[in-house]
Nanobody, 122 residues
Framework: QVQLVESGGGLVQPGGSLRLSCAAS????????MGWYRQAPGKQRELVAS???????NYADSVKGRFTISRNNTKNTMYLQMNSLKPEDTAVYYC????????????????WGQGTQVTVSS
């Protein structure tokens, strides 16, 4: 099985920064694209940022210029540096990874972490 574990969430004042981490472990053959999603109360889950295995990134318009996604392929880890945080960034942040689990199975599966709470408030 594959596990994705997020860490780094918490309470921060507006204008502050947080760095989220997502560590993938278990039966992993190859990790393709990874991404950060978030879900605020009463709202649908939305894509925040994504990154391919080659490092190509994509951001939601609402976080461009403030958030930076990165990954370390040798450690199967992804990060989200969040700067200039706003109250509207408050949400549960989820890590997602698209993976092949063994060399014998060509299918690509989506795995999710359990989420980490980010609260931006004074």
């Amino acid at each position: 099985q594959v596990q994705l574990v997020e860490s780094g969430g918490g309470l921060v004042q507006p204008g502050g920064s947080l760095r989220l981490s997502c560590a993938a472990s278990g039966s992993i053959f190859t990790i393709y694209a990874m991404g950060w999603y978030r879900q605020a109360p009463g709202k649908q889950r939305e894509l925040v940022a994504s990154i391919t295995s080659g490092g190509i990134t994509n951001y939601a318009d609402s976080v461009k210029g403030r958030f930076t996604i990165s990954r370390n392929n040798t450690k199967n880890t992804m990060y989200l540096q969040m700067n200039s945080l706003k109250p509207e960034d408050t949400a549960v942040y989820y890590c997602n990874g698209q993976m092949r689990t063994t060399v014998y199975d060509p299918l690509i599966y989506h795995f999710w972490g359990q989420g980490t709470q980010v609260t931006v408030s004074s």
